[in-house]
């Protein structure tokens, strides 16, 4: 069974900088399109990024260019890393995984494994 570990939130002032990394197992992790979304508290879990298992990428206009979706197959690791924070980035951060491309991969629902979240809190 795919398990997902998210780990490097914390306490940033705006305009600071953090990398989130998300831990699989149970799978071939080098064959998983990959995902990181965001759930800000009174809000729907919202989409950031995805990486196909070519390292080709797409984000949310929200984040483009301040946020980075990376893999390391070699570590079955997948990050993000996420420039000139901003207080309205708060929130609960979830790493995603599919066992196969998700067409609409802006939708969780196209997601089957989920990881329990890291918090990152941006002060102003």
């Known amino acids: 069974q795919v398990q997902l570990v998210e780990s490097g939130g914390g306490l940033v002032q705006a305009g600071g900088s953090l990398r989130l990394s998300c831990a699989f197992s149970?799978?071939?992790?080098?064959?998983?399109?990959m995902a990181w979304y965001r759930q800000a508290p009174g809000k729907e879990r919202a989409f950031l990024a995805v990486i196909n298992r070519n390292s080709v990428t797409y984000y949310a206009d929200s984040v483009k260019g301040r946020f980075t979706i990376s893999r390391e197959n070699a570590k079955n690791t997948v990050y993000l890393q996420m420039n000139t924070l901003k207080p309205e980035d708060t929130a609960i951060y979830y790493c995603?995984?599919?066992?196969?491309?998700?067409?609409?991969?802006?939708?969780?629902?196209?997601?089957?494994?989920w990881g329990q979240g890291t918090q990152v809190t941006v002060s102003s």
């Open positions: 149970g799978g071939a992790f080098s064959s998983y399109p």
């Open positions: 995603a995984s599919a066992r196969r491309w998700p067409g609409a991969y802006m939708k969780k629902d196209q997601y089957d494994y």
